[in-house]
């Protein structure tokens, strides 16, 4: 891409609102969390959404191997999943110390955040530099009175 066509779009491509996510995955023993805010809904029947996930990270092979996934939208006062996930974790770093959590079929919920939607993997497209997953809402719930955050980036080039 030129550099006058990156400066036409990177803010307003940037200005494009999002919620911000944990999503986590479990399969064969193992589990892990990331943060993710390219999430959307995608269908009414069955219930759907995309979420998408750069290429080579952790959590994908999870993805892939148990076929689901869960969104924990990530609460207005962010600041602790920020920190928590932010810095991303390893292929086999506990991700989740300290944290309330449950587990289910289709990854962790973790309760400190607004709410969770457990999603069975329908299917996926490769889009650039990441994969995009479909997943079927199979279960979910709010967590009080907990409002999500929105997110807003300067540059839709770059996290």
Known sequence: MNQELEQQISRPLGRIPSGCFVVTASH??????????????????PPAVTVAVKHGRPI??????????????????????????????????????????REVPEGIIIEACAGYLACRVMTFADSGDHRIYVGEVVGGTSHGDLEPYVHLRNSGLNY
């Open 60 to 101: 994908q092979e999870l993805i892939e191997g148990s076929g689901r996934f869960v969104l924990n939208l990530v609460p207005e006062e962010r600041g602790p999943m920020f920190r928590h996930f932010g810095k991303g974790f390893r292929p086999d770093e506990p991700a989740f110390e300290g944290l309330p959590i």
């Open 28 to 45: 064969e023993g193992r589990s892990t969390g990331m943060l993710a805010s390219w999430v959307q809904q995608a269908g009414f029947q």
